[in-house]
Structure formats: C-alpha cells, structure tokens
T-cell receptor, first 113, second 112 residues
C-alpha cells in the first residue's frame, strides 16, 4: 500500500507546454509539500500546504501553481514549460507542519525538450 | 548559500565495517536534524532524526551524533551491509512552519 504516490512517474514534453503532476497521500497527514531536485542534486522546497492552505511558497516562478482539492491531494501544475524545469519533483507529507518527519513519494522525472 | 553541507559526495566501505557520513550546517537556528536514505528511482525515506536538545540518538545499527558547538552531525552505520548502499541526505529545520533544508547527499557504497 503506497503511502505517498505521484503520477506520472516520467514526463517528457516540449518547451511551452502545460503539464500537471498529481500527488496523493493515504497517511491521514495534514501537511503536504512539493520539492524539486535539480541537476546539482539539491532537494529544494517549493510549496507546502497545511489542511489545503498554502503555508510555504519559496521563490518559485508563478508558472508553477499548486492546487490542493483536499488534504490528501496536492497537485502541481506547470505552465509554459522551460528547459530549466527539467528535474525530479518529489511530493511529501507530514502529520503536522513544523518539526515532523516527512514521507516522500517516488518522484516524477520531468524532461523538457 | 548552502546552509547544510555534505562535503563528501561518495564513500566506499567494506561490509561489516563502520560507515560514517558527515554533515555540517551554518544556521544556528536549526533545532532538529534528520537523515534520509534514497535508492535510485525512489523517493527519500526517513532514517533517523535528532533534536538539538540531544547529542546522540540510536536506532539499531544507526546512530546520529550532534555537535552543536561545531555545527556538525554525523550518521554512523555499524555494521554496514550491502543493502545500505544508497544516497544519504542530511536535512535540518527550525521548529514551526519552516521548510527543511537538505544537503546534497553522500553516495554510500558498501562492498561485500
């Protein structure tokens, strides 16, 4: 039983397209996150939602728009994809915001051509 | 500006010996620290954590040591097993609604 799942696992697309990545957690957690792991291998927080409310929004282009229809889901929509968006995107969740262990999904490997 | 640094990109250890992975941080506000383990094509999985009020936390073969004055933490794995071969990420955070900051990771190879 997958705790944090993401779809799709791989995504290859052309520059300028719009794409979405979906994330679902079945852990009953209140907080969900999106991270980006770039070519330099750093894992960087992009967004955090607590009970469907945005609580962290790091310096991310506004082409990236997270949407949380309920606290078990946090989707990431990306408009006008650019080459530099190529990365692995990880979704994560934690019971609460703050000092809590985060559980990660398997990642979505996005390649923009 | 890297607030969390893992200066060794890779480490090779013989099976049965001790693996020591190091992590340095610059932000003195960090009050909890975590280690994650990542296999290829999978997400990071939580391994062990430590709060700044402690200097050691042990869980089976894994022990994390925290030296606040040196702003340094380390993960000890003993005895190392081939299944421990993975990338290990150090992460640090400040209590409250602040994001975790991750290091770049150290790739551990345990040789049989």
């Amino acid at each position: 039983d997958t705790a944090v799942s993401q779809t799709p696992k791989y995504l290859v697309t052309q520059m300028g397209n719009d794409k979405s990545i979906k994330c679902e957690q079945n852990l009953g957690h209140d907080t969900m996150y999106w991270y980006k792991q770039d070519s330099k291998k750093f894992l960087k927080i992009m967004f955090s939602y607590n009970n469907k409310e945005l609580i962290i929004n790091e310096t991310v282009p506004n082409r990236f728009s997270p949407k949380s229809p309920d606290k078990a889901h946090l989707n990431l929509h990306i408009n006008s994809l650019e080459l530099g968006d190529s990365a692995v995107y990880f979704c994560a969740s934690s019971l609460l915001a703050g000092q809590e262990t985060q559980y990660f999904g398997p990642g979505t490997r996005l390649l923009v051509l | 500006d890297q607030q969390v640094k893992q200066n060794s990109p890779s480490l090779s250890v013989q099976e049965g010996r001790i693996s020591i992975l190091n992590c340095d941080y610059t932000n003195s506000m960090f009050d909890y620290f975590l280690w994650y383990k990542k296999y290829p094509a999978e997400g990071p999985t939580f391994l062990i954590s430590i709060s700044s009020i402690k200097d050691k936390n042990e869980d089976g073969r894994f022990t994390v040591f925290l030296n606040k004055s040196a702003k340094h933490l380390s993960l000890h794995i003993v005895p190392s097993q081939p299944g421990d071969s993975a990338v290990y990420f150090c992460a640090a955070g400040v209590s409250g609604n602040t994001p975790l900051v991750f290091g770049k990771g150290t790739r551990l190879s345990v040789i049989a």
